[in-house]
Nanobody, 124 residues
Framework: QAQLVESGGGLVQAGGSLRLSCAAA????????MGWFRQAPGKEREIVAA????????YYADSVKGRFTISRDNAKNMLYLQLNSLKPEDTAVYYC?????????????????WGQGTQVTVSS
């Protein structure tokens, strides 16, 4: 069974950095577009960043553009999100996700495999 497992979340001060990792298991995700979404308490789950199957096409939400970087290592079946210049409003549970298709999508309903999430908390 396909699984995604996130790690790397934690508590960090504003201006700090974190690197989230997503380990894929159960099948190869080389042919899958993947992404990171986040959900803050009382809010909808929103897209943060996404990448197509080989990483040469990426998308970033305006709120994180220039601060976050998504990358993938298909040889290791891994997805990453580098978070720099963190702000308190970045506080949320971050989810790794994959879809059965090569091209990235912005709608969470287009993704069919989800991790359990990792908490990122940014203090002011």
């Amino acid at each position: 069974q396909a699984q995604l497992v996130e790690s790397g979340g934690g508590l960090v001060q504003a201006g700090g950095s974190l690197r989230l990792s997503c380990a894929a298991a159960g099948r190869s995700f080389r042919g899958s577009a993947m992404g990171w979404f986040r959900q803050a308490p009382g809010k909808e789950r929103e897209i943060v960043a996404a990448t197509n199957w080989n990483g040469d096409n990426t998308y970033y939400a305006d709120s994180v553009k220039g601060r976050f970087t998504i990358s993938r290592d298909n040889a290791k079946n891994m997805l990453y999100l580098q978070l720099n210049s963190l702000k308190p409003e970045d506080t949320a549970v971050y989810y790794c996700t994959a879809r059965a298709g090569l091209t990235l999508r912005l709608d969470k309903n287009e993704y069919d495999t989800w991790g359990q999430g990792t908490q990122v908390t940014v203090s002011s």
